[in-house]
């Protein structure tokens, strides 16, 4: 079996403890600087959640370095110290795991009000059994082998170790997945109760599902140790889980930095005094893509202290995070890291300079950071609640135009440049042919989604930031947004057809690898279907469209830096100069953590 190498492993893990330690030092920033508030119990949780990573990491590069991913060590010494220290990596990933869990509980508790007495009991007692998951993970993995914890390090042949139990890891497997679905599944029955706004609803709803995600890590680490037997990729997915469990508990708390200019920590949606309610209106959005009508939207005033706030029903004000902001961020984050991870394949696994599909697939995620820009600057100028039209808010709303209509065309152009490198195109004519064919037409229908967005009202693009009523704007304009729309489904549609229908004829072998790009290829196609619908229909979900777009250009991304990343995940040698595969010993390798 390949495996994934070392150094590809550090490196990953080194970015997930980066971006959860983001996370956190964001979060007391806003508690501490923004609010001028002392921490609370959820707060301090998390803290020793960074801190149980932190240790976990180490002790993770402590067994890279005696040998845990190859060569194994050879001296008695050094084999004594690295089971001490898979032991001990033990508590860090086992138990550590709950400290994020019981800070969502925490959280929680300040969430549910004391009118809803039921959820507040099932509450305490999905606590109590969380933190009772927490000590019998911490006993078994300390007694499993006797009340002398010291056999776990013992060189004797046949002696126990928890670190290698299957019994011990399909135990804490169990405890651990069961706590993070009651606990993510939670919420919510609140939102059925809530007179919210759908964006609201969205926005609750989006935090609240990135727990999807530890339970996937969770899930696949156990799938990795009991089928794929590749020990790497569970080191990293170990990682993941803890640094995503530590990220969502850490989003509800950021709302205050999201704030536009000019509101304090304890500022009001909308433009009504306290306690009244504001009218306003949507932002309307076609060309490059979110508010597709004007929506009238009534959001209830009231105080919050900028992180934890209180759900309450029908009737009571209700304050939710808008974290459509985040979810962008989030978002462009991992497209970034496969990106980077791709750049480092080509400069440094396979010590080549980047090609055109490399800087293709720069420009894509420097287009991605442009278009998340304009959607913080959108954001700033008050359009998720009140909002005035104005020339600064018209002239970032035209540029956001170019960065997701236009930008979208990076990723593709991308991939069509890997096709050059990878397909035979100086044996086969037709091959050749199909490619400048493609290459044209995509060029081709961006070129004319580029001037279309540019010159639709006119060769004077300043009219597109005119205050006049009635005055034309491509921003405003449903025909470029079906244009747009329809060229960029055909480029789609024409960039994976001829991989497909390679696979199709057998000259492009099956793998998990291609299976995995076409899947996420689909999804990204799925997206930019879904958001179409939504901005056409007219579903007031403004906040759910906004991350759609983001969503649908980090997919693009990611679905283009995996075919790249082949060479770090099969370990295939280096050019310049070869090393050696180390070959692993699937039966000696660890459960546990």
């Not at 076609?286 to 919050?304: F, K, N, Q």
């Not at 170019?402 to 440049?417: E, H, N, R, T």
Request: aromatic share 12%; hydrophobic share 50%.
């Amino acid at each position: 079996m390949l495996e994934t190498p070392k150094e590809a492993v550090v490196f990953v893990e080194s970015i997930l403890l980066a971006l959860s330690l983001a996370a956190v030092v964001a979060r007391l920033f806003v508690r501490r600087v923004h609010q001028g508030q002392s921490l609370t119990v959820c707060d301090w949780l998390l803290v020793a959640s960074m801190l149980d990573a932190i240790a976990l990491f180490t002790t993770d590069m402590l067994a890279y370095k005696l040998g845990a991913l190859g060569p194994w060590p050879t001296s008695v010494a050094d084999e004594i110290s690295l089971k001490k220290v898979t032991f001990a990596g033990n508590y860090f990933y086992d138990t550590g795991i709950y400290f994020p869990k019981l800070a969502l509980c925490a959280l929680y508790f300040k969430l549910i009000p004391p009118t809803m007495p039921k959820l507040r009991k099932i509450m305490h007692a999905t606590s109590a059994l969380t933190a009772t998951f927490a000590l019998t993970t911490c006993f078994l993995d300390t007694f499993w082998c006797g009340t002398r914890p010291s056999v776990n390090w013992s060189l004797g042949e046949g002696a126990c170790s928890t670190y290698d139990s299957k019994e011990v890891f399909h135990i804490d497997w169990v405890m651990n997945i069961v706590s993070d679905v009651i606990i993510f599944s939670l919420p919510f029955p609140l939102l059925k109760g809530l007179q919210l706004k759908p964006r609201y609803i969205v926005g609750v709803a989006a935090i609240f599902s990135a727990g999807i995600i530890t339970v996937a890590a969770s899930v696949s680490r156990f799938a990795t140790v009991e089928v794929i037997h590749n020990w790497p990729n569970v080191y990293i997915l170990s990682m993941a889980e803890m640094a995503a469990a530590i990220i969502v508990v850490s989003l509800p708390a950021l709302k205050p930095l999201l704030r536009r200019r000019g509101e304090g920590s304890t500022g009001q949606y909308g433009t009504g005094a306290s306690g009244q309610r504001a009218t306003t209106s949507s932002h309307v959005k076609l060309s490059s893509g979110r508010d597709p009508y004007m929506a009238t939207a009534h959001v209830g005033s009231a105080e919050d202290s900028g992180s934890d706030v209180e759900l309450r029903n029908v009737g009571r004000s209700n304050m939710i995070y808008k974290t459509a902001h985040i979810s962008e961020w989030i978002l462009l984050a991992i497209s970034y890291v496969f990106v980077a991870l791709r750049v480092y394949t080509r400069l440094f696994r396979l010590r080549e300079k980047l090609n055109w599909a490399d800087w293709l697939l720069v420009a894509s995620a420097i287009n991605a950071l442009g278009l998340i820009i304009c959607d913080t600057l959108t954001f700033q100028l008050g359009v998720m609640d009140a909002w005035a039209s104005s020339v600064a808010l018209s002239k970032i709303s035209f540029a956001s135009n170019y960065f997701y209509d236009v930008g979208m065309g990076f990723p593709k152009l991308s991939l069509i440049a890997f096709y050059w490198a990878y397909f035979p195109t100086h044996a086969s004519p037709g091959m050749r042919k199909a490619l400048w064919g493609i290459t044209a037409i995509v060029i081709a229908c961006y070129i004319t989604i580029l001037f279309d967005d540019t010159f639709f009202c006119g060769s004077d693009v300043s009219v597109q930031w005119s205050q006049e009523d009635g005055a034309c704007s491509v921003f405003y304009a449903p025909e470029p947004f079906i244009v747009n729309f329809t060229l960029n489904l055909a480029c789609y549609l024409v960039v994976y057809a001829l991989p497909l229908a390679l696979l199709i004829q057998g000259v492009l072998k099956p793998s998990k690898g291609v299976v995995l790009t076409f899947v996420l290829g689909a999804l990204t196609i799925a997206t930019t279907m879904i958001r179409f619908i939504t901005l056409n229909v007219g579903t007031g979900q403004v906040n759910l469209v906004y991350p759609l777009s983001i969503l649908e250009m980090t997919l693009a991304i990611v679905v283009v830096a995996l075919p790249g990343l082949k060479p770090l995940v099969d370990g295939s040698a280096r050019r310049h100069p070869p090393v050696h595969t180390v070959g692993v010993n699937h039966h000696d390798k660890p459960y546990s953590s």
